[in-house]
């Protein structure tokens, strides 16, 4: 493929690997909207870039810091910056490990790189990566993972491994930044969980790259019996965002949350795609995204749900709602249950709508503008899905950039 004349296969994955991926890669045709997976994405000028592996350094680390109470490693443009990394206060039951500073390779993936061609680039041409491993029964692990794209035509391919053992816990914060005059950037993102037996993990991942930049982001999770498992998805720029979450739910009793954000402007587009399954009894899965969407903005929501023939007595509850701010505005919603089981409790729903005239205009009768009236009904709309993100550094940082981009207050 044309596309990656410039690239390198990586050096981070066995010979084997990486050619099976590469196999992968050329047999897989380039997605278009004729597939039903990216019927609402258009993903055709990617192909049109000659991508490149360039390196770069950061103008300003602290701008991108969402907690500073977390240890933090940087990435730009997929490379390792040792200098502006800080690991000193990680717990002693964390290893970290850098895939470029270890020297590791990877010689397997529970990433599906057939017919899966983001995957295959991900996983021939990795840039580099990072694996976590957390001990037993510890506590109070965290780590801060910074990745911020620069420059022109550069692509990222960065992989993330978390290993969870039995009754660990476990919180990861993933940043998604470009720095000023990132021009048609590509970060290609996978990370991969396994969460042990009664283990409990919370990725808080944050997207606030430039509408001059692409971003696909896949996550792979596979939860043991008792695990929790909580995903806060949270996109506030970025010109083309594809987010793909694939739970396969392996243990009994296991709780799985997917929660998102979206807010949008401009010709932003953003696909939040997700699948939960359930393949044994007992399971508990909730899924909550919300959207905002102004200008010429697009949005598409594709989330389904699997319940096997021997996940009898799933819970597993559904919904997407979307608020239309201007009627140039689209978004495409199609939850999806699919269920062989018949003693279980499953529902989906999506909603979209535009903001009540008369709640505007009883704001505006108290003395409050117009667009302040909207932004706080807005804020109250989207508020559901923040509200489900217990870190509250987390949560003033998107209320910092809600007001930077959007002008809200709060």
């Known amino acids: 493929?044309?596309?990656?004349?410039?690239?390198?296969?990586?050096?981070?994955?066995s010979a084997e690997l990486a050619e099976k991926a590469k196999s992968a890669l050329e047999a897989t045709p380039w997605p278009t909207t004729r597939m039903e997976h990216w019927k609402y994405t258009r993903v055709a000028k990617l192909q049109k870039l000659n991508f490149a592996d360039h390196t770069g350094t950061l103008a300003n680390k602290e701008q991108y810091i969402i907690d500073p109470d977390y240890p933090t490693v940087f990435f730009v443009n997929g490379h390792f910056i040792a200098s502006e990394s800080d690991l000193n206060t990680l717990d002693n039951a964390i290893s970290v490990k850098v895939l470029s500073e270890e020297k590791i390779k990877i010689d397997q993936s529970s990433l599906t790189i057939d017919d899966e061609l983001f995957n295959a680039l991900n996983t021939a041409y990795l840039t580099d990566g990072i694996e976590v491993n957390v001990s037993k029964k510890s506590t109070g692990g965290k780590l801060q993972i910074i990745h911020v794209l620069s420059g022109d035509t550069a692509i990222s391919n960065f992989?993330?491994?978390i290993n969870i053992e039995d009754f660990a816990e476990f919180d990861v914060i993933q940043g998604f930044f470009s720095e000023q005059g990132a021009v048609n950037c590509f970060a290609n993102v996978s990370t991969e969980i396994k969460a042990g037996i009664n283990s409990t993990v919370t990725i808080n991942k944050f997207q606030y790259e430039d509408e001059a930049c692409f971003h696909i982001n896949t996550e792979v999770v596979e939860q043991e019996k008792d695990s929790h498992f909580t995903i806060n998805t949270i996109t506030l720029n970025g010109g083309l965002v594809r987010n793909n979450l694939k739970i396969?739910?392996?243990?009994?009793?296991?709780?799985t949350n997917l929660y998102g954000a979206y807010v949008l402007k401009?010709?932003?587009?953003v696909d939040n795609h997700t699948v939960v399954d359930h393949k044994v009894a007992n399971c508990y899965s909730n899924e909550l995204y919300k959207g905002v969407m102004d200008e010429n903005s697009t949005a598409v929501f594709n989330g389904k749900v699997f319940v096997r023939p021997d996940a009898q007595k799933i819970n597993?509850?559904?919904?997407?709602?979307?608020?239309?701010l201007s009627g140039d505005a689209t978004i495409n919603s199609k939850p999806e249950l699919e269920i062989y089981a018949d003693d279980v409790k499953c529902s989906?729903?999506?909603?979209?709508?535009?903001?009540?005239?008369?709640?505007?205009?009883?704001?505006?009768?108290?003395?409050i503008s117009k667009p302040k009236a909207m932004a706080l009904l807005v804020s109250a709309f989207v508020g559901e899905a923040f509200d489900k993100i217990e870190n509250e550094h987390v949560q003033g940082f998107i209320h910092q950039k809600l007001h930077e981009r959007f002008n809200w207050q709060f």
């Not at 396969?248 to 296991?254: I, L, M, S």
């Not at 401009?266 to 587009?269: I, N, T, V």
């Not at 989906?348 to 003395?367: C, K, M, N, V, W």
């Open 1 to 13: 493929m044309s596309f990656t004349k410039n690239l390198s296969i990586s050096p981070f994955v």
């Open 248 to 255: 396969d739910v392996n243990g009994e009793n296991a709780t």
């Open 159 to 161: 992989k993330t491994i």
């Open 316 to 324: 597993a509850f559904q919904s997407n709602g979307n608020v239309l």
């Open 348 to 367: 989906h729903g999506s909603t979209t709508g535009q903001l009540d005239d008369d709640a505007i205009f009883y704001l505006e009768a108290r003395g």
């Open 266 to 269: 401009g010709k932003q587009h």
